[in-house]
């Protein structure tokens, strides 16, 4: 099952297991689904069109005396050129944020129908408040909170320090807290 | 995540017991709650899109037929001498690496003391340099995974 030699159930399979990766930290970071549906489809293509270059490079290494070397998850290839293509659609389109308060309240119809509205409601919220952090902190945060990545792995994908990613996470974790915390009786986090 | 990361991020907030100092016990709560259902439940893709995606891959795929990449520049320095003489095994084993050894050894018996700790340290300088390119090089695992088209131990 090999994708460069043609192989059409590996490119299905890549295609499962990258997408929704490259789409769902896109969306966190960008908030809009059609930019993250466009930043993670460019992320995608450029893996495709890369393939053939990877794939000869670790040939012609196998074939030479090179050493060990180590190597890093092609996630993080992934994610830092999501990052990376998140900024520049960023770029493009400054100055538009969500907004936390119009964030709508949960229903109190039926039991399972508020649950699924507050469900929703949370999600929002915590998009909404993503959006709120600076953009440094946000990628920082999606990364280490919700993509679970360690700091050394973001640092790669950032392009910073370790401790850069420490301080970043922190004051993003802080100030997210802060922007839910007013919201939380909303939530359905009020009892404890 | 690792705890050592805990503990960093925790430092930056001022404590060291691996919790958040700069947080309202019950924000954090509400906080962790909003990630936790975050990473359980990620953005979902429409079906279309995804469609669209394995559309893009398909046509990106390579064919078997498709031509290998031009051949890489010869080696030059001591690799493009070991190319000259048929290759690092010619030089390593066999009668080459018999005449090799054999010629080392001749120079060894005729060398000074000093002419031998000079041939120490290029020897040590040598691996360094490689070393170092070895760290600058570009690390991506990625042919693997698209060769195999199995990601398991990746993500």
């Known amino acids: 099952m090999r994708y460069v030699q043609g192989d059409a159930a590996a490119a299905s399979a890549l295609t499962r297991r990258l997408g929704p990766k490259a789409f769902g930290v896109a969306f966190r970071v960008l908030g809009d689904r059609a930019e993250a549906e466009d930043v993670a489809q460019e992320a995608l293509l450029r893996l495709w069109i890369a393939a053939p270059d990877w794939v000869h490079h670790s040939e012609d290494e196998t074939q030479g005396d090179a050493p060990e070397r180590p190597k890093a998850k092609v996630s993080t290839w992934l994610y830092r050129v999501v990052m990376n293509l998140s900024i520049d659609m960023k770029r493009r389109r400054r100055g538009a944020t969500v907004d936390l308060d119009a964030v709508p309240e949960p229903a109190d119809a039926c039991r399972s129908a508020a649950e699924m509205v507050q469900d929703g409601a949370r999600e929002q919220a915590l998009q909404a408040a993503l959006m709120q952090l600076p953009e440094r902190q946000r990628r920082a945060v999606v990364l280490r909170h919700i993509e679970g990545l360690s700091n050394p792995e973001i640092a790669e994908i950032l392009d910073v320090s370790v401790e850069a990613v420490e301080s970043l996470t922190a004051r993003g974790k802080r100030a997210l807290a802060n922007l839910l915390v007013a919201r939380k009786a909303a939530l359905g986090y009020n009892d404890g | ?155």
Request: glycine fraction near 10%; hydrophobic fraction near 45%; aromatic fraction near 6%.
């Open chain 2, 1 to 155: 995540m690792a705890d050592q990361d805990r503990f960093h991020d925790a430092r930056h907030l001022g404590r060291e017991d691996g919790s958040d100092m700069g947080l309202d016990q019950e924000a954090e709560r509400t906080l962790e709650a909003l990630l936790s259902a975050a990473q359980m439940q990620p953005p979902q893709m429409s079906q279309a899109f995804e469609q669209g995606l394995l559309a893009d891959a398909l046509a990106h795929m390579p064919s078997p037929t498709d031509p290998t990449p031009p051949m890489q520049a010869k080696p030059t320095g001591l690799a493009g001498l070991a190319e000259a003489f048929g290759g690092w095994i010619a030089l390593s084993g066999g009668a080459g690496g018999a005449v090799c050894a054999g010629l080392v050894g001749l120079w060894l018996g005729f060398a000074s003391p000093a002419a031998l700790e000079t041939m120490t340290a290029n020897l040590v300088s040598f691996a360094i340099s490689e070393s170092a390119n070895e760290v600058t090089f570009d690390s991506f695992d990625l042919a693997i995974v698209l060769q195999d088209g199995v990601l398991e131990e990746e993500w």
